[in-house]
């Protein structure tokens, strides 16, 4: 069997390390552009609904927000209805970086897909959306305390 996910996370990997190279200018380490993009995209979103789309636990989530927050990207606000729940907006700060952000992001989309068809990028955008639905159902499985029969 073809290692598709080793090749994946060799993708990822390479895309991460670039982009925390061209981001430390910016005060943004160890993947915070990730949370910093999709508050920007999605202002107002909780912190438990941010690491869902992300991927990670909510400890890890919680770590780079309040870096976040400190290097003054995002702000937390109290729900107008429920107290207990904070929502999270970009500053100013983290919404001037945002363009350039996307600017990488759009830019590493070019590189990566470099020589491919439209029709090419379109199967490939699709069967890796298959992926990632069929791997959501394990990460959602284990991260309820359940173990895996392999």
Not at 29 to 54: D, F, H, S, W
Not at 57 to 75: M, P, Q, Y
Request: include cysteine.
């Amino acid at each position: 069997m073809k290692e598709i996910l080793r090749e994946i996370g060799m993708i990822a990997r390479a895309l991460d390390s670039i982009s925390n190279i061209e981001f430390k200018e910016l005060d943004l380490t160890k993947g915070q552009y990730l949370y910093l993009v999709r508050i920007c995209e999605n202002p107002g979103i909780i912190q438990e609904k941010l690491a869902e789309m992300i991927k990670v636990d909510r400890t890890t989530a919680s770590r780079a927000i309040r870096k976040l927050e400190i290097n003054g990207f995002v702000e937390k606000t109290d729900d107008e209805h429920n107290k207990k729940i904070k929502k999270l907006y970009p500053t100013e700060k983290g919404e001037n970086v945002y363009p350039f952000i996307k600017r990488e992001n759009d830019y590493s989309n070019l590189v990566a897909l470099e020589g491919f068809s439209e029709s090419e990028v379109e199967t490939l955008s699709h069967l890796l959306e298959r992926v990632r639905m069929n791997t959501e159902k394990d990460w959602e499985f284990v991260k309820k305390g359940n173990k895996r029969n392999y």
